[in-house]
């Protein structure tokens, strides 16, 4: 009998710490490091460490890993946001090439998809391109597969251009904010509803796969 009561008791033990864990706050540190002596730019590694895990994204891998971890709470993704947020200014290179992301089982490779012309991108897209991977992953291909952006008048792509680029960052910026006062009002995140989803994609400049939408091919990603 002791011993059962012994048990249980280690059982609580460990849930209770389990739920400490969970609810202690990540450190988030995100790095922007040169890539190899054969390829010229940067990428960005973003380090979070929670109690005793730690967990590593760098947007130079192509499979990169969501956000969520078991331990990772809305708070802890939100704060690997705002430590991307500085990023959002860089007009540095990502010494990765332009191509599309995470085309799979689980994702729709939409047909008609025209290529876009760019060939690089900025640490500032590659910034807000890699909260997209982060936190939408498998569901890349409603914001976009390609880190290219273009300003839906002209219909040219803008990433060569820090002044449109910086319209899409605003765009991230009020989306934290508006993220921020969802989990304060109402205590969790909705990441998958697609009002969520698709505001990032009402400015003027849009990531590249709306250009479906705009050239009448799809009503909608």
């Given at each position: 009998?002791?011993?059962?009561?012994?048990i249980y008791i280690l059982l609580f033990i460990c849930i209770l710490c389990q739920f400490r864990v969970y609810g202690q706050k990540a450190n988030v540190v995100v790095e922007k490091v040169k890539c190899?002596?054969?390829?010229?730019?940067?990428?960005?590694?973003?380090?979070?460490?929670?109690?005793?895990?730690?967990?590593?994204?760098?947007?130079?891998?192509?499979?990169?890993?969501?956000?969520?971890?078991?331990?990772?709470?809305?708070?802890?993704?939100?704060?690997?946001?705002?430590?991307?947020?500085?990023?959002?200014?860089d007009i540095s290179l990502s010494c990765q090439d332009v191509k599309k992301y995470y085309i799979n089982s689980t994702q729709l490779d939409f047909q008609d998809m025209p290529e876009p012309k760019s060939?690089?991108?900025?640490?500032?897209?590659?910034?807000?391109?890699?909260?997209?991977?982060?936190?939408?992953?498998?569901?890349?291909?409603?914001?976009?597969?390609?880190?290219?952006?273009?300003?839906?008048?002209?219909?040219?792509?803008?990433?060569?251009?820090?002044?449109?680029?910086?319209?899409?960052?605003?765009?991230?910026?009020?989306?934290?904010?508006?993220?921020?006062?969802?989990?304060?009002?109402?205590?969790?995140?909705?990441?998958?509803?697609?009002?969520?989803?698709?505001?990032?994609?009402?400015?003027?400049?849009?990531?590249?796969?709306?250009?479906?939408?705009?050239?009448?091919?799809?009503?909608?990603?």
């Amino acid at each position: 009998m002791m011993k059962k009561y012994y048990i249980y008791i280690l059982l609580f033990i460990c849930i209770l710490c389990q739920f400490r864990v969970y609810g202690q706050k990540a450190n988030v540190v995100v790095e922007k490091v040169k890539c190899n002596i054969n390829k010229e730019g940067y990428f960005l590694r973003i380090n979070i460490t929670k109690g005793s895990e730690k967990y590593i994204r760098e947007t130079k891998d192509y499979f990169m890993q969501s956000v969520f971890e078991k331990n990772i709470n809305d708070q802890d993704v939100l704060e690997v946001m705002k430590q991307l947020i500085p990023c959002f200014e860089d007009i540095s290179l990502s010494c990765q090439d332009v191509k599309k992301y995470y085309i799979n089982s689980t994702q729709l490779d939409f047909q008609d998809m025209p290529e876009p012309k760019s060939k690089n991108y900025t640490i500032a897209v590659d910034a807000m391109f890699a909260i997209n991977r982060l936190v939408f992953n498998a569901g890349l291909h409603k914001i976009s597969t390609f880190p290219v952006m273009f300003d839906s008048k002209t219909m040219k792509e803008v990433n060569s251009n820090p002044e449109k680029v910086s319209h899409m960052a605003r765009r991230y910026k009020m989306w934290y904010k508006l993220l921020e006062n969802e989990l304060e009002t109402k205590g969790k995140i909705n990441w998958y509803n697609n009002k969520v989803v698709r505001y990032l994609n009402q400015g003027t400049v849009k990531w590249w796969d709306m250009i479906l939408v705009e050239k009448g091919i799809r009503a909608s990603l």
